[in-house]
Nanobody
Framework: QVQTVESGGGVVQAGGSLRLSCTVS????????MGWFRQAPGKERTFVAY????????HYADSVKGRFTISRDNAKNTVYLQMNSLKPEDTAVYYC?????????????????WGQGTQVTVSS
């Protein structure tokens, strides 16, 4: 059974940090690239970060570049998102998904196995 569980969200003041985790089961994690996306109320789900199967190649949305870092531990079937210098506009539900293509794409249609998401709220 495929399962994806995001965790680590919370309420933080602007300038603070959070580390999100996404642990998966039900497929061979090390064979797949992964991505983090976020969705604010009333808005579409948007791309945040991508990491290839090995962890060697990453891509970021311009809005988070230099502040967020994606990483993975294939032994733990887990992908992480370290978020620093958080801003109120980072407030959203954060989701991780499996990249079905392998190569970098920012289109959420190419991702599946979404979890329930974890809420991040940044207060000003």
């Amino acid at each position: 059974q495929v399962q994806t569980v995001e965790s680590g969200g919370g309420v933080v003041q602007a300038g603070g940090s959070l580390r999100l985790s996404c642990t998966v089961s039900g497929f061979v994690f090390r064979n797949y690239a992964m991505g983090w996306f976020r969705q604010a109320p009333g808005k579409e789900r948007t791309f945040v970060a991508y990491i290839d199967w090995s962890g060697q190649t990453t891509h970021y949305a311009d809005s988070v570049k230099g502040r967020f870092t994606i990483s993975r531990d294939n032994a733990k079937n887990t992908v992480y998102l370290q978020m620093n210098s958080l801003k109120p506009e980072d407030t959203a539900v954060y989701y991780c998904g499996r990249n079905r293509r392998g190569s970098y794409v920012s289109n959420s249609d190419i991702y599946d196995r979404w979890g329930q998401g974890t809420q991040v709220t940044v207060s000003s």
